[in-house]
């Protein structure tokens, strides 16, 4: 399979499935996911179902026809109206259809949105008011993260929560693909269930609903964007837990200040003795506007305060004696009285608010299954650091969660070692990469992907009593025996560490791993997040139809620049030198690439840009500084090893690689490595996994030889 994804947006038929129910069906491929290798695919029958490739064919069948609206049939002028009548030239067939035709480009132009700016009048126009919500979704209420899949129905969800509610809105914008949003997942879930009925928590995967990432003007992830009454209060960009935190609290403490309503309303009584204490004129229209603010509670408090300092009553929400008898009609039907005494109108509305709840509950049904388990994945194999503490000493504790880790899990677990494996759950590098993973010995098909090879590791290790915690490593003292590893722990509500964990061990193995190198020139760390990336399948597809550059010459820059080709105008690739250092299959494709432009021997000056990058200058050797117009730059020039708080443990080099006695032993006896942190020259998946199974295979001797 290219790059490109041919069947996007076309008719297909289905071929040569297990299921001899969808053979033959045809539909629409809506969109293709290339981590999973298929292609998410609308039948005519309404079903969706995800499909690889070689399941589907094109097809010249029209689809089925569409309902055609009635033909409208002009009255005939009554023979007595006068031809030079001016009111026989416009007809009120005519006056219909103008109405109606100017009601549809108004709404039009408010439904726009328009823009990608950051702030939130990319969403409404004014402040919401117009916007509606139908979806009572209320798993706010028990701590539940919600996924919004279209622009609508985020500015619904904001909407609603300004105006009845109250809650701030907390979203945050993520893609599957996405290494640090996986690791800030767990947290994310966390928060909404410890600030549950206080705050409502969304979620935006950037590359299914593209739209609501760009009127957010999103360009970075993960982005987290806190709502407080339709106004972006505050936004930043990355898997920081404490600024999660704190943004989080800050904003539910400003809610409650400025007053919250779930489940509250005012009743007719309650504003007509409001009115008659404090506006004697309104007090008449009381029941008006008792039905007029009765699902926005919280903007009714806001109108009453700022105009007389005061609030009305408020009482659960329920059937008030002053509703009108319509009202109190529906309310009835609601509940499952006869329908016998609505209006046509009442009952064609009930049915419509009937089928956006069905659609509502029967989405998170019509994924494919493996999509619907993909949220969890990241929680189910951990426990908490404390519950790994409580075991007492344990056998091996392995520091990393990627290849290395992951495979000297699986030796070390099949040896009946029971390692726990300390990392945070995005799981290394590898699970950044969105594209094919080609070299990796058998892996093919839809786990091709370094996401695909970490779960199916993942899954494999756990399955023989491996045990994970989602924590980071603060310190260790491998001067002492056992050993003592210091874990982050339990974290308060304001995001400071309530408690530290410390974790003990006979015998530890290193596989850190390699974290991103920066070029640490003017306005890069500015940019981060706003422009500056150094993750192309994390945040190239928000950079979609536009200018982009990629800076470096090895494989990961290499991959970078294929990724963004797929998606993005044009790819400029800026190397230092006159040749390439990837691998010779990478180069050959990136030197052929119509859409990947290369200047040689030039190096990054510097980044520019407002709100966002928007060019960057760099010099060619010989030449003067040029500039260069691009809307992000992705850094791809290399990996530290991850070890700054070994300094002092063990022997490391100049580069600050561990330095590795025999095999994988240190020179801290019962302490090994394995991975890129002891790796200068391959620095490769499956080198990787290969010291990982040597370093658990030493680990078990010096335990058989310690015990």
């Given amino acids: 399979m290219s790059g490109a994804a041919p069947y996007v947006g076309k008719r297909v038929a289905v071929c040569g499935t297990s299921r001899d129910d969808l053979n033959g069906s045809k539909g629409v491929a809506t969109d ?32 089925p026809a569409k309902p055609t609206a009635p033909k409208f049939s002009w009255p005939k002028s009554e023979p007595s109206t006068p031809k030079s009548d001016p ?14 035709f ?158 919250t309503y779930v489940g509250q309303e005012v009743t007719g009584a309650a504003l ?63 509940k499952g009285t006869v329908f016998s005494e609505l209006t046509l109108e009442e009952l064609n509305a009930e049915s419509q608010q009937l089928q956006a709840e069905f659609q509502r509950r029967g989405a998170e049904y019509r994924k494919p299954a493996e999509q619907r388990e993909e949220d969890d994945d990241a929680e189910s194999f951990f426990m908490p650091a404390a519950n790994a503490t409580a075991e007492g000493v344990h056998k091996v504790v392995i520091i990393g969660g990627g290849p290395a880790g992951l495979s000297a899990a699986v030796y070390a677990a099949r040896a009946g070692l029971k390692p726990l494996v300390l990392a945070p759950s995005f799981g290394g590098q590898l699970l950044g990469k969105g594209v094919d993973v080609e070299n990796y010995p058998g ?84 940019f981060r997040g706003r422009g500056v990336s150094a993750c192309a399948t994390c945040d190239g597809f928000l950079f979609r139809d536009k200018e982009v550059a990629v800076v470096g010459g090895g494989d990961t820059a290499m991959e970078d620049a294929l990724h963004l080709a797929r998606t993005s105008a044009r790819v400029t690739l800026i190397h230092r030198r006159d040749r390439l250092r990837a691998s010779k299959v990478l180069a050959d494709r990136v030197l052929a690439h119509k859409s990947i432009h290369i200047n040689w021997n030039a190096t990054v000056e510097s980044f520019h840009g407002g709100d966002d990058l928007s060019h960057i200058m760099f010099r060619s050797e010989g030449s003067k500084s040029q500039r260069l117009k691009t809307s992000a730059v992705f850094v791809a020039i290399g990996h530290d090893p991850q070890t700054p708080f070994l300094q002092g443990q063990v022997e490391l080099d100049a580069a600050g690689y561990v330095v590795l006695q025999r095999g994988t032993s240190t020179s801290v006896p019962g302490v090994f490595a394995a991975g890129d942190i002891a790796d200068h020259t391959y620095r490769q998946a499956v080198t990787a996994s290969g010291t990982g199974a040597m370093a658990a295979l030493d680990a078990e001797r010096y335990l058989n030889q310690l015990m």
């Fill in 443 to 526: 892996v093919v098909g839809e786990h091709a992907t370094g996401r695909g090879i970490v779960e199916l590791m993942r899954q494999q290790a756990a399955s023989f009593e491996a045990r994970f915690v989602d924590a980071a490593v603060l310190g260790i003292n491998l001067k002492e025996r056992p050993f003592r590893i210091h874990v982050n722990g339990t974290t308060d509500i304001n995001g400071t560490n309530a408690a530290t964990e410390e974790i003990l061990a006979h015998a530890v193995i290193l596989a850190c791993g390699a974290e991103s190198r920066w070029l640490n020139v003017s306005g890069e760390h500015e």
């Fill in 272 to 334: 007509r003795k409001f009115y008659d204490e404090n506006d004697a004129k309104k007090a008449e229209e009381s029941p008006k506007l008792a039905e007029k603010y009765a699902q926005k509670t919280a903007q009714l408090m806001r109108v009453c305060k700022a105009k007389y300092s005061k609030i009305p009553e408020v009482s659960p929400r329920g059937v008030d004696s002053n509703t009108s008898s319509t009202d109190r009609r529906q309310v009835s039907a609601r």
């Fill in 87 to 100: 009111a026989a030239a416009t007809s009120w067939p005519m006056m219909v259809m103008m109405g109606l």
């Fill in 102 to 259: 100017a009601i549809y480009v108004c709404s039009q132009f408010a439904g726009s949105g328009g823009g990608s700016g950051s702030s939130s009048s990319s969403l409404f126009s004014g402040d919401g008011d117009d916007a509606e919500y139908h979806d009572r979704d209320e798993g706010f209420l028990s701590g539940k993260v919600r996924e919004v899949t279209t622009l609508d129905e985020l500015r619904g969800a904001l909407a609603h929560h300004s105006h009845n509610t109250g809650l701030p809105v907390v979203v945050d914008f993520y893609s599957h693909s996405c290494g640090p949003c996986r690791m800030i997942a767990p947290l994310y879930k966390r928060l909404a269930s410890e600030f549950k009925g206080r705050a409502v928590f969304l979620k935006v995967d950037v590359n299914r609903n593209y739209e609501a990432s760009s009127a957010c003007g999103v360009r970075g992830m993960p982005t987290f964007q806190f709502f407080q009454n339709t106004k972006k209060v505050y936004q930043f960009s990355g898997a920081d837990d404490r600024s999660l935190r704190h943004y989080t609290s800050d904003v539910v403490d400003k809610a409650e200040e400025a007053g």
């Fill in 32 to 63: 293709y996911d290339r981590d999973k290798g298929r292609y998410n695919v609308s039948l005519d029958n309404g079903q969706v179902v995800a499909l690889k490739p070689a399941n589907l064919e094109p097809t010249q069948d029209p689809g």
